[in-house]
């Protein structure tokens, strides 16, 4: 494979973890890759109000997944809507990941229903529209960035122009506008994360699901990420993120927190805090966990 020149001047403006407390609160599987082609503070874009009517992107229903005996999760229902960034909130094991599974078509629920951009899995037209980023990278690492962002596009029915045209704004967004002909196999583990998202990026879709995006990255490069997201959210497209950040969460502009397969609150962050009369998303999730600011309320 061929690596083409793309240009690299570009304006560039275009158990639970916190970060660092001076923050004001705020693919080497190609195969499985390849299956999905066919702060608010220092944010200076706040966050959008929806739409009078919001488009539904997805729409989940009475879903449970099972493995075997174990219940991973249990009645979800959700609807995700366009211009908008909704967070699944939760420690690892709540169940995050297989609702982001479910969604994209890896598993199939052992009940209930799941549409995604109006269609059913296999999703054979709605994945043109959507872009996943999983937890694991699924990248060739003999291949240059430049070629496998070529390779997954060529996936997506991209045209050479098109590709030409976004290959540099997807490596400048995720800080790679330098690394496009340098061998994969040379990257550091958190390169591989942004390649991986400008590689969920690349297509322009209308819906993006990924999850812990911002795993592994510096705080410089995950406010530049949410940067990016919102953007994105402004211009029309709907984002699923998962995270375990409480920080983080405070970009949402909705979020589900997550515990055992349910969710067991959904709500604007200022709404969540609100509810259950606490400082921050952290001791939000524990209260709702434990239902503990119920009895002030009927005290």
């Known amino acids: ?33 390849a299956q999905f082609a066919s702060q608010p503070a220092p944010l200076d874009l706040p966050p959008q109000p929806p739409a009078s009517q919001p488009i539904p992107l997805v729409v989940l229903q009475g879903v449970y997944k099972r493995f075997g005996k174990q219940e991973v999760l249990r009645g979800i ?5 366009a211009g908008q960034i909704t967070g699944l909130l939760g420690p690892s094991g709540a169940g995050k990941t297989t609702i982001v599974n ?3 078509g890896t598993y199939k629920p052992s009940a209930g229903s799941v549409e995604v951009l109006g269609e059913s899995a296999p999703l054979k037209k709605a994945r043109r529209q959507l872009g996943y980023m999983p937890q694991s990278e699924a990248l060739y690492l003999d291949l240059t960035a430049n070629q496998n962002l070529r390779f997954f596009g060529s ?18 967004l995720v800080n790679l506008a330098d690394e496009g002909r340098k061998l994969v196999v040379n990257f550091s583990g958190g390169m591989k994360r942004r390649l991986s998202l400008a590689i969920a990026l690349l297509h322009d ?5 990924l999850d812990e995006p911002t795993i592994g990255l510096d705080p410089k490069h995950r406010i530049e990420l949410w940067h990016g997201f919102r953007n994105r959210a402004n211009a029309g497209a709907g984002l699923l993120v998962t995270t375990h950040v409480m920080d983080e969460a405070a970009y949402c502009d909705r979020l589900l927190m997550v515990q055992d397969g349910n969710i067991i609150a959904d709500g604007t962050p200022a709404e969540l805090l609100s509810t259950t009369r606490t400082a921050n998303l952290e001791e939000a999730f524990l209260a709702f966990d434990n239902r503990s600011w119920e ?5």
């Open 155 to 172: 996936l997506f029915g991209m045209s050479k122009s098109h590709l030409n045209q976004n290959i540099p704004l997807v490596l400048a």
């Open 1 to 33: 494979m061929t690596d083409e020149q793309t240009s690299p001047e570009l304006d560039t403006s275009g158990s639970f973890v916190s970060l660092s407390p001076s923050l004001p609160t705020q693919l080497n599987q190609p195969a499985s890759a």
């Open 102 to 104: 479910t969604i994209v």
């Open 295 to 299: 009895g002030e309320n009927h005290a």
């Open 77 to 81: 229902d959700l609807v995700l809507h």
């Open 205 to 209: 879709p209308l819906l993006l699901v």
